[in-house]
């Protein structure tokens, strides 16, 4: 079990990295768009660029971080029922959820957007605006995105095996 339990402290590592590196992305976010915005209002003089930026570092900004929010906790849970549930039995309802919901979605994305992201490096997209950024990378980093979730669900998996085990032999 120990061998177990480096495993998810290393992925929890990892992904608490990888949340606090491109965490910095929203105050680059925040200082383009107020400036974006003074451009525009104040020097009558906007940008071509800055609606594609704005939107590839928001589109890089929220899946890169995808993997750090389920590491917080900071997803969606609906438990309406699970919260009457001792932390014994929420762990197996949440090991059953991931092998049934999360793993299977998180494969079918993995495949899917590999083929997307290589479609788009093969034919080397742009966007059909007028400033016309590249759009592979970004398309690559969904496949990654789903490659940072599958293992944080990975960890999230051995920390519930974990806590039913030691509940259970108590």
């Known amino acids: 079990m120990n061998g177990l339990k480096k495993m998810a402290k290393g992925i929890d590592s990892l992904n608490e990295a990888v949340g606090n590196i491109f965490g910095v ?4 976010l925040v200082v383009l768009t107020v400036m974006e915005v003074i451009l525009r209002k104040f020097f009558n003089s906007p940008t071509i660029w800055s609606f594609e930026v704005l939107k590839q570092l928001f589109a890089l900004y929220f899946m890169i ?3 750090y929010g389920l590491l917080k906790g900071s997803h969606v849970a609906v438990d309406v029922f699970t919260r009457l549930l001792s932390d014994k039995w929420k762990a197996f309802v949440s090991i059953c959820s991931y092998i049934i ?3 299977p979605f998180c494969l079918i994305c993995t495949w899917y957007s590999y083929d997307y992201a290589m479609i788009s490096w093969g034919m080397r997209e742009h966007s059909w605006s007028v400033f016309a ?3 592979y990378p970004i398309k ?4 990654f995105t789903f490659g940072l979730l599958l293992l944080q669900g990975i960890a999230e ?3 519930n095996i974990l806590t039913f085990r030691e509940l259970n032999y108590d």
């Open 25 to 28: 992305i929203i105050i680059v």
């Open 65 to 67: 971080t995808a993997a």
């Open 101 to 103: 919901f999360f793993f």
């Open 133 to 135: 950024p590249a759009l």
């Open 140 to 143: 690559t980093v969904i496949v």
């Open 157 to 159: 998996v051995i920390k």
